[in-house]
C-alpha cells in the first residue's frame, strides 16, 4: 500500500508537468514511449517469453504507430468504441468463449494492436486541440485516477460482493459504486468550475460516467489476460502497481470512449 502510494505520489506530479511543458512532438513521443513499453509487457499476455520474440511485438507497434497517424481518426474512434464493446462482451462471458482467443497468439497481439494504438491517437489528439485540449486530457487524467482510487477504497472498506469473480477476485460493485460517486463529484466539480452551460452537464456526467464504466472494462479485460497466462502483473517496473499496462490498462479503453463521447456531443449542440 505505502510503495502504491510514494509512487503515485511522485509519477502524477511530474506526468502533469510534462502534459503542460512538452511541446506536442515531444509529448507524442513520450506517450508513444509509454505505450511501446505497455506493448513489451502485452507480449506476455501472448504467451511469448523468449526476449527475441517478445521484442518484435513493440517493434512491430513502433510501425504500426507511425502509419497510424495517417490513418482517419474519427473511423479509428468509432471502431475502437465497437472494439471495447466486444471486450465488454468477452469480459461478461468469461470463460466462455474464451478458447476462440485463448489458444491464439496472433489474436492476442491484434487484441494488443487495437487497444494500444487508439489510445495514443486519443490522447494525443485530445491534448493537441488548441487551447482546451492539454486541460481536457487533464480531466480525463484525473477522472480515471479519482474513479481508480475510489473503486480501490470503497473495495477495501466495504467490499463484499465480486464485480467479476471469474475474471479479477479483486474487484466489488462495492468498489464500482464507490468509482462513480468519485466520477459524478470530479465532473460536477469541474462543470461548475468552468461555467459550463447548465444545459450541457447532463451530457457531460454521462460522458464522464460512460467514460469510466469503459475504464473498468478495460482494466478487467487486462486481468482477464492475465488470468489465461496465470500471471498476477503484466510487469514490475513500478513499485506496488506493476507494469505500465496495469496502470494504462483503464486509459487504454478511457481515451478512445472518451472522445467519441466529446466528439458526438460538439457535434449535437454546434
Given at each position: 500500500m505505502l510503495k502504491r502510494i510514494l509512487t503515485a505520489v511522485v509519477l502524477i506530479p511530474v506526468f502533469v508537468a510534462l502534459l503542460f511543458l512538452l511541446p506536442p512532438k515531444a509529448f507524442c513521443v513520450l506517450t508513444g514511449i509509454i505505450v511501446l513499453?505497455?506493448?513489451?509487457?502485452?507480449?506476455?499476455?501472448?504467451?511469448?517469453?523468449?526476449?527475441?520474440y517478445r521484442a518484435m511485438y513493440p517493434l512491430i507497434l513502433?510501425?504500426?504507430?507511425?502509419?497510424?497517424?495517417?490513418?482517419y481518426i474519427p473511423g479509428v474512434i468509432i471502431g475502437a468504441f465497437v472494439w471495447w464493446l466486444v471486450a465488454a462482451?468477452?469480459?461478461?462471458?468469461y470463460p466462455k468463449f474464451s478458447q476462440v482467443w485463448s489458444k491464439s497468439m496472433i489474436l492476442r497481439g491484434l487484441m494488443g494492436f487495437v487497444t494500444l494504438i487508439p489510445c495514443w491517437l486519443a490522447i494525443n489528439f485530445i491534448r493537441n486541440v488548441?487551447?482546451?485540449?492539454?486541460?481536457?486530457?487533464?480531466?480525463?487524467?484525473?477522472l480515471i485516477w479519482g474513479a481508480d482510487s475510489g473503486a480501490y477504497f470503497a473495495g477495501r472498506r466495504f467490499g463484499k460482493t465480486l464485480l467479476a469473480p471469474d475474471v479479477s477476485p479483486g474487484k466489488t460493485w462495492q468498489g464500482l459504486y464507490g468509482a462513480l460517486i468519485v466520477t459524478g463529484v470530479i465532473t460536477l466539480?469541474?462543470?461548475?468550475?468552468?461555467?459550463?452551460?447548465?444545459?450541457?452537464?447532463?451530457?457531460?456526467?454521462?460522458i464522464a460516467i460512460v467514460t469510466v464504466l469503459f475504464s473498468i472494462v478495460g482494466d478487467l479485460f487486462e486481468s482477464m489476460l492475465k488470468r489465461n497466462e496465470?500471471?498476477?502483473?503484466?510487469?514490475?517496473?513500478?513499485?506496488?502497481?506493476?507494469?505500465?499496462?496495469d496502470r494504462i490498462d483503464s486509459l487504454t479503453a478511457a481515451a478512445p470512449v472518451f472522445l467519441f463521447?466529446?466528439?458526438?456531443?460538439?457535434k449535437m449542440f454546434s
Open positions: 513499453w505497455a506493448a513489451w509487457e502485452w507480449s506476455r499476455l501472448m504467451g511469448l517469453r523468449q526476449v527475441k513502433f510501425f504500426l504507430l507511425i502509419a497510424s497517424i495517417w490513418l462482451f468477452l469480459v461478461i462471458c488548441p487551447d482546451t485540449g492539454v486541460y481536457v486530457l487533464l480531466f480525463l487524467f484525473v466539480a469541474v462543470l461548475y468550475g468552468t461555467g459550463v452551460p447548465y444545459g450541457l452537464w447532463f451530457f457531460a456526467c454521462l496465470g500471471l498476477k502483473d503484466s510487469g514490475q517496473l513500478l513499485p506496488g502497481h506493476g507494469g505500465i499496462l463521447g466529446t466528439d458526438l456531443m460538439q
